[in-house]
């Protein structure tokens, strides 16, 4: 886990001064805010600066044996996503959230949900995930390796975006680091909500998406 997400994962008591975070490329100083790279190999993040991030945007390349390719920074929504009770019971997820992303390296789609201990994952049969969560226009959209389908659904509704993959371990680390009890208590869920606020405020509709490759 990189240094950039590993502050979400880690529990406040007198935190000590930020350290210094650096491209893990090639050692340059980065900001706060800035890119990931996905270790399709590895499926790990990697922090980077700006210009090394453009190196992989776009497509996987290698470099000294491993293959990189840059989380992209779109978020979308489709109003007209549903998903059925049926449907998400199937996938025998045990919280109302959870995302969904594509491994070219194992050629399956992996489910993941954040819980106190952090990402719980298992791998899905590709036909439940693409007649189910992936059926809609965002899983027609969604870039393997570096972007997920994340769904929440609560008392048969739901709501899913797509968002780059280094979100949804911010949202694991939200989760680890202020869940409390059985339920997660008051704290965490405030921090969720905002969370998915966020997200969504972010989020352009894929049907605008759509319309404008139509015209291209």
């Known amino acids: 886990m990189t240094a950039s997400l590993r502050r979400f994962l880690t529990p406040r008591v007198d935190e000590p001064a930020p350290t210094v975070e650096r491209c893990e490329l090639c050692g340059n100083e980065v900001a706060v805010e800035h890119p990931h ?12 600066c700006r210009p090394c991030a453009l190196l992989f945007v776009d497509r996987t390349r290698e470099m000294a044996g491993t293959a990189y390719r ?6 979308l929504h489709d ?15 045990p919280v109302g959230m959870a995302f969904f992303l594509r491994s070219t390296r194992t050629d399956t789609v992996v489910a993941c949900y954040p819980s106190p201990a952090g990402a719980t994952e298992s791998e899905l049969d590709l036909s439940e995930f693409d007649d189910g969560v992936g059926a809609g226009r965002l899983g027609a959209v969604l870039e393997p390796d570096v972007e997920a389908l994340l769904v929440r659904h609560d008392g048969g509704r739901s709501a899913c975006l797509l968002v780059p993959v280094d979100a949804c371990y911010r949202l694991v680390g939200l989760v680890r680091r202020h869940w409390r009890g059985f339920d997660g208590g008051a704290e965490a869920w405030i921090h969720i909500d905002r969370f998915f606020d966020d997200a969504r405020a972010r989020a352009r509709d894929v049907r605008t998406l759509r319309e404008g490759a139509q015209r291209r």
């Open 70 to 75: 840059t989380v992209p920074d779109r978020y």
């Open 37 to 48: 790279l996905v270790d399709v190999v590895g499926r790990s993040l990697k922090c980077a």
């Open 79 to 93: 109003p007209e996503f549903t998903l059925a009770d049926e449907r998400w019971d199937a996938l025998q997820i």
